[in-house]
C-alpha cells in the first residue's frame, strides 16, 4: 500500500490493471463451433397450402384494413380468389367479413360477366378444395339475398343453378368414368347436398323454403351412383344420404311419396348382388341401420327429470341386459329388478378382482373379459348379413 501512494495510483484502478495485464495467461483456450446447419425446409412451402391458395394473400390480407386492401386488386377474380382462400384457410371469419365482401361485391359486379365469373370461382373453389363444399354452399346463400345485380341472363342463385345443371347433365358418364373423372363428380355431388340443405328461397309470403329442384336431382344422382355400384361411387351415395337422408325423407313424406323406402331397397339389393368391397358393403348396411332408427332421432321423449316408465317409451332404451344364473334375461323394467341383480352381484366369481388402480389381480390361467374373441369368422358374418337382408324381405312380403 505503501508503493502505490508513492507512485499516486488508487488501489482500485491498480486491481483493474493488474487483471487486465494478467488476461492473456489467465484465458481459457478458445472451443471451435461447428457451423449451424441450415434447412431448405420452410413453413410457407407450397405443400402446406390447398391448391389454389395464394401465400402472398394472408400477409396482405392481416396488414391493412378491407376498403385498403380491395384497393390493391386489379381484377374481380384476384379480389374474389383471395377472399375464398382466406375463408378456407380461416373459416371463423365468416360471420364478420362476409357483410363487407358483399358490400364490395355489389360496386365491383355491375356486368352480366363479372356475376358470371363470379358463380364460376365459388363453383371451382367448392368443388375442388376439400372441406370447402359446407361453406361454399353458405357463402352462395348470403350472397343469393344480398348481391343487388339481377340481369337479365339471371340472378346470382339463378346462375349458380345453371352451373350445377351442367355438371348433373354428365351424371351417367361420370359415373362411369376413370377415377379422376368420379373424383370430381363426387366432390359436385357433396356440394349440391350443402346447396340443399344451406340455400333458402324465401316465397312470396315471406316463408322460407329449399330449392325445389335440388331434391329432385338429389334423388337422380342417387340413381345415377347407383347405376355403376364400384366403391367409389357407393362411398359418394352413403355419404350424401348420411347428410341430408333425414331432410330429403321428411320432405318426400311430406308430399305422400316413398322415394326413401325405394333407395332403401336398391341399398339392399346392392349389398346382396353388387361386386362391391366387403367394407362398402358394411358402409351401406349400417346406413340402412341408421335410417331405421329414424336417422338417430329420437321424438317423445320428456325432460329428464320428469321422465318415468309410465310416460316417457325411451325410459328403459339404454338399460343393459342382465342374465341370471339360468340364463334369463333381465333389465330395470323388470319388477323383481332388484332381487335378481342383487344374486348377481352375489355371484363373485364372474367378475375379477381389481385393485382401485385397475390392476388385475386374478389368478394365473383365467380367462379375462377383454381376452374374449367375439368377432365372426368372414364367412359367417357374410351369411349373417344375407340372413338378415332376406328375412326383412320376407317380412315386407
Excluded at 266 to 281: G, H, M
Excluded at 304 to 318: G, I, K, Q, V
Aim: proline letters at 5%; one cysteine or more; aromatic letters at 10%.
Amino acid at each position: 500500500s505503501e508503493h502505490l501512494q508513492k507512485t499516486g495510483i488508487p488501489s482500485a484502478s491498480q486491481d483493474k490493471v493488474s487483471v487486465l495485464d494478467s488476461a492473456p495467461e489467465m484465458a481459457e483456450p478458445q472451443l471451435a463451433v461447428d457451423p449451424v446447419a441450415t434447412s431448405n425446409l420452410s413453413a410457407k412451402a407450397p405443400e402446406f397450402y390447398p391448391p389454389g391458395y395464394n401465400q402472398n394473400f394472408n400477409q396482405s390480407f392481416t396488414d391493412s384494413s378491407f376498403e385498403d386492401r380491395c384497393d390493391g386488386y386489379l381484377t374481380l377474380a384476384e379480389y374474389v380468389q383471395d377472399f375464398l382462400n382466406h375463408l378456407t384457410e380461416q373459416p371463423g371469419c365468416f360471420e364478420t367479413e362476409i357483410e363487407q365482401f358483399a358490400e364490395t361485391l355489389n360496386g365491383w359486379v355491375i356486368a352480366d360477366e363479372a356475376l358470371q365469373e363470379l358463380v364460376e370461382l365459388i363453383y371451382q373453389q367448392a368443388t375442388s378444395v376439400p372441406n370447402f363444399s359446407y361453406m361454399g354452399a353458405r357463402l352462395c346463400n348470403y350472397l343469393s339475398h344480398h348481391l343487388t345485380i339481377s340481369p337479365q341472363s339471371g340472378n346470382f342463385r339463378q346462375l349458380l343453378l345453371q352451373r350445377c345443371r351442367t355438371e348433373y347433365e354428365n351424371r351417367d358418364e361420370a359415373t362411369k368414368g376413370d377415377e379422376t373423372t368420379r373424383k370430381q363428380f363426387h366432390a359436385f355431388v357433396l356440394f349440391l347436398a350443402e346447396l340443399y340443405l344451406n340455400l333458402e328461397i324465401k316465397g312470396t309470403k315471406g316463408q322460407v323454403t329449399r330449392a325445389e329442384i335440388l331434391q329432385e336431382g338429389l334423388r337422380e344422382l342417387l340413381n345415377a351412383l347407383f347405376s355403376n355400384p364400384v366403391d367409389s361411387n357407393l362411398i359418394c351415395a352413403v355419404k350424401l344420404l348420411k347428410l341430408t337422408g333425414s331432410v330429403l325423407e321428411d320432405a318426400w313424406k311430406e308430399k305422400g311419396k316413398n322415394d326413401m323406402e325405394e333407395i332403401i331397397q336398391r341399398i339392399e339389393n346392392v349389398v346382396l348382388d353388387a361386386n362391391c368391397s366387403r367394407d362398402v358393403k358394411h358402409m351401406l348396411l349400417k346406413l340402412v341401420e341408421l335410417r331405421s332408427s329414424n336417422w338417430g332421432r329420437v321424438h317423445g321423449t320428456t325432460p329428464h327429470a320428469e321422465a318415468t316408465p309410465e310416460n316417457d317409451p325411451n325410459y328403459f332404451m339404454n338399460e343393459p341386459t342382465f342374465y341370471t344364473s339360468d340364463g334369463v334375461p333381465f333389465t330395470a323394467a323388470d319388477p323383481d329388478y332388484q332381487e335378481k341383480y342383487q344374486e348377481l352381484l352375489e355371484r363373485e366369481d364372474l367378475f375379477p378382482y381389481y385393485e382401485e388402480n385397475g390392476a388385475d389381480l386374478s389368478g394365473p390361467g383365467e380367462l379375462y373379459f377383454d381376452e374374449i374373441d367375439d368377432e365372426m369368422d368372414p364367412e359367417i358374418e357374410e351369411a349373417y348379413e344375407k340372413f338378415c337382408l332376406e328375412s326383412e324381405h320376407k317380412r315386407k312380403q
